[in-house]
Every structure is written in structure tokens, then in C-alpha cells.
């Protein structure tokens, strides 16, 4: 079965940085687009970042652009999101998924990806 495994979490003050990885394995298909979602406590899960299969195309939630990066590495079925200049309400949940119906392009639905990660804690402290 397809398994979505986030790492790379943790505590960190402002203005620090972590760097998420997300390993895909179990993979019945040979071409996805990958995105990065995120939960806080006591509010709705919301779009971060997404990647088309081969790179060429991203996109991120305003409220990270310019200091978050997606980056893929497809020999290793893995995405990462590089995370720098984080403030506390960046502090979620974070968790990765995979839509295997989009190519070319991404998505920011939560409802149009087929597979989730079980997340992973970030935590930014003031």
C-alpha cells in the first residue's frame, strides 16, 4: 500500500529554520504531484506548497512565500519543504500528500490528493 512518511519536525525559535522530508513508498504509479498542508490547533487544515512531478512548477500559500521551498527528488520518491524565517504561526501540524491525477500542474484542494502523510510536529516559539 502507498505510505506518506513526514520527518523533520521540531521546536524551534523565530526566525529559525527546519527542513521537512517526506518519503513516498508502496507507489502503484510512476508520476504524482506532491503537496505540503498544514493543521494549527483549532483551525481547519490549509494549503502550504505543491509540486508538479518534474519540479517545473510550484506553488505556495501567500502566507509562506518568499520563505518557505518545495523541492522533490523523484530517484528517492521523497519531497522536501524547506522552511527558513519561521514565525510562531507557522506552528502546525504539517503534513504531506500525494495526488497521482495531477502531472503537470498542482493543486491546492486538500480534497483532490489521494494519499496523506500522518504529520509531523512544528513547533515555533516567540
Known amino acids: 500500500q502507498v505510505q506518506l512518511v513526514e520527518s523533520g519536525g521540531g521546536l524551534v525559535q523565530a526566525g529559525g529554520s527546519l527542513r521537512l522530508s517526506c518519503a513516498a513508498s508502496?507507489?502503484?504509479?510512476?508520476?504524482?504531484?506532491m503537496g505540503w498542508f498544514r493543521q494549527a490547533p483549532g483551525k481547519e487544515r490549509e494549503f502550504v506548497a505543491a509540486?508538479?512531478?518534474?519540479?517545473?512548477?510550484?506553488y505556495y500559500a501567500d502566507s509562506v512565500k518568499g520563505r518557505f521551498t518545495i523541492s522533490r527528488d523523484n530517484a528517492k520518491n521523497t519531497v522536501y519543504l524547506q522552511m527558513n524565517s519561521l514565525k510562531p504561526t507557522d506552528t502546525a501540524v504539517y503534513y504531506c500528500?500525494?495526488?497521482?491525477?495531477?502531472?503537470?500542474?498542482?493543486?491546492?484542494?486538500?480534497?483532490?490528493?489521494?494519499?496523506w502523510g500522518q504529520g509531523t510536529q512544528v513547533t515555533v516559539s516567540s
Open positions: 509540486i508538479s512531478w518534474r519540479g517545473g512548477t510550484t
Open positions: 508502496g507507489l502503484t504509479f510512476s508520476r504524482y504531484a
Open positions: 500528500a500525494l495526488d497521482y491525477r495531477t502531472i503537470d500542474t498542482v493543486v491546492v484542494g486538500d480534497y483532490e490528493y489521494d494519499y
